[in-house]
């Protein structure tokens, strides 16, 4: 017959035998995943299973979506997971399905819908910007997710402890999307002191002279007042001998 392959798809890691695609479990390994466990999930697919159980199983209805449609609960092959029309979102380990409010569940359809990876992980919350924060175990140690952003968990930190404000800093960090700050109102300051007026320049009056403003010229000598020209002395008349 046909081989059996593992792939790596748009939706995670899967197996492939023919025209029929079977996921991988959230403790299959892709790279170690054996032949008898790839062709049971191959059988269950073509039987009418998949990983989130049969489409049949009614489950518990939890509300009705904002966007419309009815939000359940079921029970799956691989644990319990939510269901809202054709999305399935795991139930994050540690968490009671009989205890998942609608909220909770609309977090999860909308971190799936966004291309979170599948593995449930646990709910930590909401981004002020909107989608759900999990924090996971991965291959290389845990990590907080929302939508297409991991960010890895500093090295002491447990993945139980980890809180919703850590997660949401690590993830801006990891240039997801920034928790909106207000900004302070701005005080009103002081008016600036105008600067003093310059002050007009004083006009210098210039005096009068008698000097002509030329290299060549020469100054016109004013007669001094109150001395009359001095007389030459008449002649005397010569007398006869």
């Known amino acids: 017959g046909e081989p059996i392959v ?3 798809g748009r939706f995670g890691p899967y197996v492939q035998h023919g025209k029929t695609y079977a996921n991988l479990g959230r403790d299959d390994d892709i790279l170690s995943i054996g032949a008898n466990r790839a062709i049971d999930l191959i059988v269950q697919k073509e039987s009418g299973g998949s990983r989130f159980g049969r489409s049949s199983d009614p489950g518990r209805a939890l509300g009705e979506h904002p966007a419309g449609g ?3 609960v079921k029970s799956g092959r691989f644990g319990p997971y939510v269901n809202w ?3 399935n979102a795991t139930i994050a380990k540690g968490t009671d399905p009989a205890s998942l409010t609608l909220e909770q569940a609309v977090d999860l ?3 799936k819908a966004s291309g979170a990876p599948s593995g449930g992980g646990r709910l930590l919350g909401e981004h002020p910007q909107g989608g759900a924060i999990t924090v996971r175990e991965g291959r290389y140690g845990p990590y907080v ?3 297409k952003v991991n960010a890895t968990l500093p090295k002491g930190t447990s993945i139980e402890d980890v809180t919703l404000d850590e997660a949401i800093r690590l993830i801006e960090e990891k240039g997801g999307p920034v928790k909106a700050k207000k900004s302070p109102a701005k005080k009103a300051g002081a008016a600036k002191a105008k600067a003093p007026a310059k ?3 004083a006009k210098k009056e210039i005096p009068e002279s008698d000097e002509v403003p030329f290299e060549d010229s020469k100054p016109v000598k004013k007669a001094a007042a109150g001395k009359a020209p001095a007389k030459k002395p008449a002649k005397k008349a010569a007398s006869g001998k």
């Open 85 to 87: 029309g054709k999305i």
């Open 70 to 72: 009815a939000v359940t």
């Open 109 to 111: 359809l909308a971190a």
């Open 6 to 8: 593992a792939g790596l």
């Open 145 to 147: 997710n929302l939508g």
């Open 199 to 201: 002050k007009a320049a």
